[in-house]
């Protein structure tokens, strides 16, 4: 079996929704005014657009348009908001990031750097087997010196919902900040800044079938108001959070992705959770001793992280035939180290090698899940 080109990495990346991409097309040509011109109708047209699209995502999280700042990506976005917080929190006697052993690498990287540059310290609290952290732990390592607690909506690898609404209530407790990083979960999942209790949620375009390079933090301006340090010098832009001019193709994009999603995702996630429950029956009927890495009760519809007993993920791709999986995080794919989610929920590098991620999507089809299927069994017998 030859020619194949299924996609089944959709936590890597998305494809861009043809929609969106017919909403982003006029402003890379015709309307390409800059949108912090404020003398003439090129800029205000751009202006208006970038406002659109931050309205749109802010709705589709429940927040105000004016608690939305655009950034570069997801990564941008939790660098701002855990190095901004914790420059802002020192002067309180707030010296401490607290995060998850599963958190993305940007996440546990940029809480060590605040931690190291600004003479803070970064906390890291394990979580269980299934991958969901153990909240009176992590309660027992909240205190009077926490700024931030960071905890993602759902991991890029395993797919683990964690319990947001009840973590906040726990930082909040103690007067910490409460940071999610759902660039996995915006679109997928109910979220919620207001009724979650979320200070800090960063947002990626291109995990949200949008375009790659840009993204967003929302930053709690309702009480508790949340202020933040800038990490970027400049003119001053998005509140003064974030300088360089926006870039309104992106932005469009973004939040017609958004507005998009808001409408569709409920739908979306029922569909890919029975596509994911037959593809995972369907691979245990080929091999009996496959397993599932983490739980599969609190995880992204659309996510399978599986363990192929004694076959290395690395000998099993080329046997696979142009069908498209992952062993992990896209972000880490250029170093050769073992996936720390993987270490974090008790694997031996044995069984990391062996593990696969596939990720279902918007265009994933029931065909294709049936072809996946015929590959995989031709592979592994």
């Given at each position: ?7 089944l ?37 751009a ?44 002067a ?6 607290v ?20 003479g ?16 009176q ?28 609404a009840?973590?906040a ?40 079938y949008g ?11 309702r ?23 926006v ?8 939040g ?28 245990q ?16 519809p659309g ?35 073992a996936?720390?989610?993987?270490l ?16 279902l ?6 065909a ?14």
């Amino acid at each position: 079996m030859t020619g194949a080109r299924i996609y089944l990495d959709y936590q890597a990346t998305t494809p861009c929704d043809p929609r969106v991409v017919d909403a982003m097309l006029p402003w890379f040509t015709q309307k390409f005014g800059n949108p912090h011109s404020t003398e003439h109708a090129f800029g205000w047209e751009a202006a208006d657009a970038v406002e659109e699209a931050r309205g749109h995502l802010a709705r589709a999280i429940g927040a105000r348009p004016r608690e939305i700042v655009f950034t570069s990506g997801a990564t941008e976005a939790n660098n701002l908001a855990i190095k901004g917080a914790l420059a802002t929190r020192m002067a309180e006697g707030r010296d401490e990031i607290v995060t998850l052993a599963t958190e993305h690498k940007c996440v546990l990287e940029s809480a060590r750097d605040a931690a190291r540059l600004l003479g803070g310290k970064a906390v890291i609290v394990p979580v269980g087997t299934d991958g969901l952290v153990d909240t009176q732990r992590l309660a027992a390592a909240i205190g009077e010196r926490t700024a931030l607690v960071s905890v993602m909506a759902a991991n890029n690898e395993i797919g683990t919902i964690q319990p947001l609404a009840e973590i906040a209530e726990i930082a909040h407790a103690a007067g910490a900040w409460f940071h999610s990083d759902a660039a996995q979960g915006v679109g997928k999942m109910a979220l919620d800044v207001q009724a979650m209790g979320i200070d800090l949620m960063s947002i990626s375009g291109h995990k949200l079938y949008g375009p790659k390079g840009v993204g967003a933090l929302y930053i709690r301006s309702r009480g508790p108001k949340v202020e933040l340090a800038a990490q970027m010098s400049g003119g001053g832009q998005e509140r003064g959070l974030r300088s360089g001019t926006v870039s309104p193709p992106l932005v469009v994009g973004l939040g017609e992705a958004a507005r998009l999603a808001a409408q569709e995702w409920r739908g979306e996630a029922e569909r890919l959770t029975a596509q994911r429950d037959r593809l995972l029956m369907g691979l245990q009927a080929i091999r009996s001793d496959i397993r599932v890495n983490g739980t599969m009760q609190a995880r992204l519809p659309g996510n399978l992280s599986i363990t192929i007993p004694g076959i290395a993920a690395n000998d099993l791709y080329p046997r696979l035939n142009g069908l498209a999986v992952s062993s992990g995080s896209a972000c880490s794919s250029e170093k050769a180290d073992a996936s720390h989610v993987l270490l974090a929920i008790g694997h031996d590098p044995a069984r990391v090698d062996t593990t696969l991620r596939l990720g279902l999507g918007r265009m994933t089809t029931d065909a294709e899940i049936e072809q996946a299927l015929a590959i995989f069994g031709q592979a592994l017998r």
